[in-house]
Each structure stands twice: as C-alpha cells, then as structure tokens.
C-alpha cells in the first residue's frame, strides 16, 4: 500500500507539472500576472489534506478496499461478478458516487461552506483541482471508504480510480485551450476543461451544472448539463462574488472561509 501512496503522488506531481507548462502554452484565457499567491495556496492546500487523510485514515479508500477483501465483504463479492467486470462496475459506481456528492455538497449549506473554499478561486487552472478545504477531503474520503466496503470494490479497482479521479480533474480544471471539434468529441467520454469551467460561473445557475470530474454522462442523465457560459469563456467571471480580494486568496483565509458568514 506504502507503494500504491507514492505511485499516485508521482502521477500527480507529473501530470501537474505536465499540465501547468501546456497551459502556457495553449492557455484558453489571459494568464493572470500574480497567480504565484494563488498556486502556493492551492497546493499547500492538497499537502495538508493528504497529510491529514494519511494521519487519521490511513490507506483510505485503498486500504478500505483491502480490509474488504480480506473478508469478503460487499455487494460485488455478494454477487459473483467475474474479476473483470467487478472492476469495471466499481470504476462506474464510484464515478456517480462522486458526481452525486458534489452535487449535494452545493445544496446542503453546511456542506457548500467547506465546498466554497473550491469555488472561491478567481482563476481556473490545474492548481484549481487541487484546491479543496482539507475537511471537505476528510469528508470525502470517508464517503468513499463506506462506499468502497459496501461495494466490496476490488482494490485494484479503487486505485484505478483514485488515479484516473486526481488526472481528470486537473485536466478538466487546465486553462487549456482545445480546438472546438475535439472538445465536441471529447465531450462524450470525458470531462473537458471547457465543460467544467462553466461550473466555476459566477452565476449561480451555471454553478450548479456540469458537477461530472470525470465521466461527463452524469450530468447529461440527471439534466445538469450546460453546455456553455452565457458570458463566454473568455470574457466569464470566474469564481464568487463574495471573495474577490487578494487576501480571501491566501493559505489562512481559505483554511478559516467555512467559518465566515456571507
């Protein structure tokens, strides 16, 4: 498992790093000048969360899914799916667990206080993706690790999607620009940067759309699609209206934002 923790790290780090030199690139929107504040506190943010998940849960959703294997436990075992589709059936489950988490994380109010903290960026970048109240990752993944022992998920399985999970949002959150026919294209098996920028509108309708991180169905069955910002994406306001300034952006405002009242 200790191995499973670096290969997942190693695979961010990289894809990160991947996404950061295409963006500019192939930028979407004018790169803002002092983005330095934002990306030391959208990564400090994930170094806390993980530290925090590794220090109170352990191997998470992977060692979750261990634990049940070694019982056989869960729904899949119950079953007696073969191997392959048990693997697959877990990737699509947990894909609609997160979508409808998210989608509950913006209509609960205590919930979206923690969630807010995602949506308080004023730019939308790969580091975007990375940025999430370490509470609301504490949450998640005890979400996931019931899910994971309901399931019986194999384990092979949930680090699949762990992986698959942390590359698609950083490439759905990239101010990368595609050309319009392969987003088209894309649109129908993944999450674009283009389809999920529109999630982080000020306008709150089209903050609650487009919830999908990974597979784009979700949004398309459960009529949460949009298909663009009304504003366009280049000229669309990203982020709150409440928490613009330069000092909403820094490391101790965003650990404290739940706390405030707007």
Do not use: C
């Not at 409808?100 to 807010?116: N, T």
């Not at 730019?123 to 949450?139: G, K, M, N, S, V």
């Not at 300034?245 to 965003?254: G, K, P, S, T």
Request: no cysteine; charged share 15%; hydrophobic share 50%.
């Amino acid at each position: 498992m200790e191995l499973n923790g670096y290969l997942r790290l190693s695979i961010t780090v990289v894809l990160l790093l991947a996404l950061l030199a295409a963006e500019r690139g192939w930028p979407r929107r004018d790169v803002e000048p002092q983005r330095w504040l934002r990306w030391t506190a959208n990564i400090s943010m994930v170094v806390i969360a993980s530290l925090l998940v590794r220090l109170l849960l352990g191997a998470g959703a992977v060692g979750a899914a261990y634990w049940a294997g070694a019982r056989g436990w869960g729904l899949l075992p119950w079953l007696g799916l073969p191997p392959w589709l048990a693997f697959l059936s877990s990737l699509l489950l947990l894909d609609l667990l997160i979508y409808g988490q998210h989608r509950v994380f913006h209509h609960v109010p205590a919930l979206w206080r923690l969630h807010r903290v995602h949506h308080s960026d004023t730019e939308f970048d790969a580091t975007t993706a990375l940025r999430f109240h370490p509470a609301e990752i504490l949450l998640s993944m005890l979400i996931k690790m019931l899910a994971v022992l309901v399931l019986g998920a194999p384990a092979a399985a949930v680090l699949a999607f762990e992986v698959i999970l942390n590359a698609t949002a950083m490439f759905n959150h990239a101010n990368l620009r595609l050309s319009a026919r392969l987003d088209r294209a894309l649109r129908w098996v993944l999450v674009t940067p283009d389809m999920h920028r529109v999630h982080h509108s000020v306008h709150v309708e089209e903050t609650n759309s487009n919830y999908g991180f990974n597979l784009p169905w979700w949004d398309r069955l459960f009529g949460s699609y949009r298909a663009q910002p009304r504003d366009g994406h280049t000229a669309m306001q990203i982020g709150l209206h409440e928490l613009r300034q330069r000092q909403d952006q820094a490391l101790v405002a965003l650990l404290r934002q739940p706390l405030r009242k707007l």
